[in-house]
């Protein structure tokens, strides 16, 4: 898709909450025995026959857990003097409207606050949030207040849906699978909670579940610091099954202790105005482009036009440590220095890896450079991989991708674009082979074994400035008309990449084509990717993308469609073509959306795609910074977009599950398993950032 050009360039320092981040499970919390919880479970509308279950399995959780326990229906319990008795508060299934009569009369609403603001904690089970219905402040307690739930009576009044586990830090989510199956009334709310309170958990609402009205974001369980008290809230309890349910008992426990301050747990990590935006870098910028975090803090960062700079967060002093000073027309379209990471024992050898447009030999060098004090010599260079371009021809210096990472095995990525001319094939895929075009055919770039363009290439450099092949790369040394280098082939743009540094997955944001459309006689619309990449492979382009979704081959010179391209047996015949013809089958990319709405991904909105890829965060228990990231965001990928201007994280299933009920397929570790939004309070559109929580 063709796009802005400016790059999101975002320091994501870490960042804090007001309580701890160790999550206790509930045998951890035994221990923190001898609190009391009172359940109140008055009625003046509808009434849950669940009711007495709820009771009774608080009771007994009470006795198991060793924690006090009474239960009562009378509203004269809400006095000073009797709330002070107890922790923490239990509204079960509790229901009223303004017409039927309130719960609380005002003396007993004021005493209910004064319990809040002095460190109270309060716990609500499903028809909570239909209580008080006209009384703003509860709603800010319970998050929000029940609208409407959809007609279930022709299902015996709940349906069966699965919830996406969002925490796995909180005490109460902590231990839930990360689908969760089970039959519900599921709620609507008046408005949605999200990002007002912190979301634990959210209904899959893509199972099919009929009558939801908030959109992906469909909140079910949610806790939050309120008015000096706490708040935990679950829309499970409708059904008196669900207090004989394990899992649920679980969560209701997990609530309990957290609401009771028994149990420490986060419950700010997603509130969007717990984030404050901050400069780091107070100067204007120049085409911002990647940067990478130093064992001492030290931030090193690159601009597009030649300088390589250093921040000390200290000081916030910049200094530039190298600048290849491109002219504006050598960095016209995306030539420049393109790419830089630290080396994984920089703090011992000072390395930096830079991919840079060698404007002379017309190629891309991705060379390792010496940090010495505040200056890096370019006779320090040792230079690993020059890789060819057709600078010059047509527009064909665009698409050079650029970025650059390395994982906790020393394998250095490079992630090289495309470098075909675009702009020439109506949107669709750039599939010339007549004779003096071969800047506008991927098939001799991308689709190309042969070419290290269009690929993220795998290498291990060597102290002695060479490098060596890891196993496992696409094609292994000696195979004819192959790259021994390649890792992933048939990428478009792969403008940024990362490495999962625990589980040791490749990260990439590949940029599509722009076809505002698709033509059954072109192929899709144009189509942006974020891949997760586990072993080698090839992802499609310029063949397939997306969900392996083939375009059509097509005579330049005719003007004539062919038929679409075989995804799983894709064959290069193009005169632009050295390496193999037979290729890999194409893979299908992890998340993949359009111009238009998508239906796989609704979340990711319309418009242009400029997807980037982010960290995945790597909590450290040992790290005592204020401003570390809180826990829940634990192998989280972090993306965002350039263009759409969000930012989201994709959690990916680490585990395997089966489900009962048939519409529900099975998962595979790797899996996507929930896209949620970030820092939605902050557009992508600026410059250098420091995310710091305002708590």
Not at 588 to 599: D, N, R, T
Not at 658 to 686: A, K
Request: charged content about 20%; glycine content about 10%; proline content about 6%.
């Amino acid at each position: 898709m063709r796009r802005q050009r400016t790059l999101l360039f975002t320091l994501l320092a870490a960042l804090t909450l007001l309580l701890p981040s160790t999550a206790a499970t509930a045998a951890e919390s035994t221990t923190a025995a001898n609190f009391r919880v009172l359940v109140f479970s008055k009625v003046t509308n509808f009434y849950h026959d669940s009711i007495p279950a709820g009771v009774a399995a608080i009771r007994q959780l009470g006795d198991q857990q060793g924690f006090a326990v009474e239960a009562t229906t009378d509203a004269g319990a809400f006095t000073d003097a009797n709330l002070a008795r107890f922790d923490a508060l239990v509204f079960n299934n509790t229901n009223s409207t303004p017409t039927s009569g309130d719960l609380l009369d005002a003396d007993q609403r004021a005493a209910l606050q004064r319990f809040i603001r002095n460190g109270g904690g309060w716990v609500g089970l499903h028809a909570a949030s239909a209580s008080e219905r006209n009384w703003t402040w509860y709603e800010g307690l319970v998050g929000t207040i029940f609208d409407q739930h959809p007609d279930f009576s022709a299902t015996g009044g709940t349906f069966p849906g699965r919830i996406k586990v969002l925490d796995h830090a909180h005490p109460s989510t902590k231990g839930l699978p990360e689908l969760w199956e089970r039959s519900e009334e599921w709620y609507n709310w008046r408005t949605n909670p999200t990002g007002k309170v912190h979301t634990l958990a959210q209904i899959k609402v893509r199972d099919g579940i009929p009558g939801l009205d908030e959109g992906t974001d469909h909140a079910y369980s949610w806790c939050q610091n309120y008015d000096g008290g706490r708040s935990w809230f679950t829309a499970g309890g409708h059904s008196s099954s669900s207090f004989q349910e394990p899992a649920f008992l679980a969560h209701l426990l997990g609530g309990i202790q957290w609401a009771a301050g028994a149990a420490p747990g986060d419950c700010g990590a997603t509130r969007t105005t717990n984030f404050e935006r901050i400069p780091l870098v107070n100067q204007d910028l120049s085409d911002p482009f990647e940067l990478a975090v130093a064992p001492d803090r030290r931030v090193f960062y690159i601009e597009r036009t030649g300088a390589l700079k250093v921040v000390n967060q200290d000081t916030l002093a910049v200094t530039t440590l190298l600048d290849f000073a491109y002219t504006p027309e050598q960095t016209s379209q995306s030539d420049g220095l393109l790419g830089m990471t630290l080396d994984r024992h920089f703090a011992d050898n000072n390395w930096l890896y830079l991919l840079w447009s060698d404007r002379v030999e017309k190629q891309l060098n991705l060379s390792r450079f010496t940090v010495d004090g505040d200056s890096v010599s370019l006779a320090s260079e040792k230079r690993l991989l020059t890789i060819p371009t057709w600078r010059g021809e047509a527009r064909a210096n665009s698409h050079m991708g650029g970025s650059v990472t390395m994982d906790q095995q020393g394998n250095l990525y490079a992630a090289i674009g495309d470098n075909t001319d675009p702009f020439e094939s109506s949107g669709f895929t750039p599939i010339d082979e007549r004779a003096g075009r071969r800047a506008f055919d991927a098939q001799g770039t991308a689709g190309n074994t042969n070419d290290l363009r269009g690929k993220i290439l795998r290498i291990k450099p060597l102290p002695n400035g060479k490098y060596a092949i890891p196993e496992g790369n696409l094609f292994p040394p000696g195979i004819a008309r192959t790259r021994p280098e390649i890792y992933a082939m048939g990428m478009r743009n792969p403008f940024r990449i990362t490495v999962d540094s625990k589980g040791g997955a490749l990260l990439v944001a590949d940029y599509g084509p722009d076809g505002r459309s698709a033509n059954p006689n072109r192929g899709p619309e144009g189509t942006v990717e974020f891949n997760r990449i586990t072993s080698a492979g090839n992802y499609g382009w310029p063949y397939c993308i997306g969900n392996n979704i083939p375009f059509n081959d097509y005579n330049f010179a005719t003007a004539t469609s062919g038929p679409k391209f075989n995804c799983a047996a894709p064959v290069n015949d193009s005169p632009n073509n050295t390496g193999l013809t037979n290729l890999p089958a194409t893979r299908p990319a992890l998340v993949w959306y359009a111009y238009s709405a998508s239906p796989q991904f609704p979340e990711l909105g319309t418009g242009g795609g400029g997807p980037m890829s982010g960290p995945v965060y790597d909590f450290d228990p040992s790290n005592k910074r204020l401003t570390k990231f809180p826990q829940y965001f634990e192998d989280k990928w972090i993306v965002y977009e350039l263009t759409r201007r969000w930012f989201k994280t994709l959690s990916i299933h680490e585990s395997a599950q089966t489900f009962n009920d048939p519409r529900f397929g099975p998962t595979d570790v790797g899996d996507l398993q929930s896209i949620n939004g970030i820092f939605g309070n902050m557009s992508s559109n600026s410059q250098e950032l420091w995310m710091r929580n305002l708590d």
